[in-house]
């Protein structure tokens, strides 16, 4: 309290995003949680920025069988994240925006696994970042409309993976990435933060 007073901040505490910028910190995150959100297959990614280049310190898929309820599947999602978010301490979570689905039930429903993760990712204290996901596929591989096997192999390339990482855990580096790429250029455009 009395460095706050003074003028100083605490040691140890991440700096405040850029006023007026789109709210990425003036330190850039060095480990970057990737979410890619589904009820029966959330990818997770992290992906940390060193000297050399980005290295992938973690991927998994959560994976919930079609016998699960629904809050089972949740409860899978929100432990799953909380216990990646203990082990590699992430300091930004970069998540795929939300997307227009023509069946309202499924939406929901992604929306759901969505808010697991979030909750989880929130609860650590963690900034939150959207990206759209043509525009993480543009930043990945060149072109919005890549498919997932193209953006998993760009993303073996990119951090020297002996193989491709399943399309769910690849989606969820690929948004890592994409952050780490858009944090550098603090513009006004950068990654919308939730």
Known sequence: MQQRLAGRKPAGRRPDPVPG????????????????????????????????????????????????????????IAEGTRDVLGRFGPEACAVEGLFHARNVRTALIMGEARGACLAMVAAAGLAVYELAPRKVKQAIVGYGGAGKEAVARMVQRMLGLAEAPPPDAADALALALAFAQEQKRLARSGPQRL
Do not use: K, M
């Open 21 to 76: 910028g789109p709210g990425v910190a003036e330190e850039p995150a060095r480990v970057i949680l990737g979410v890619d959100p589904s009820l029966r297959g959330t990818g997770l990614g992290v992906v940390e920025l060193t000297p050399e280049g980005p290295v992938c310190r973690h991927f998994e898929v959560l994976r919930c069988p079609a016998g699960w309820s629904r809050t089972q599947c949740l409860l899978r």
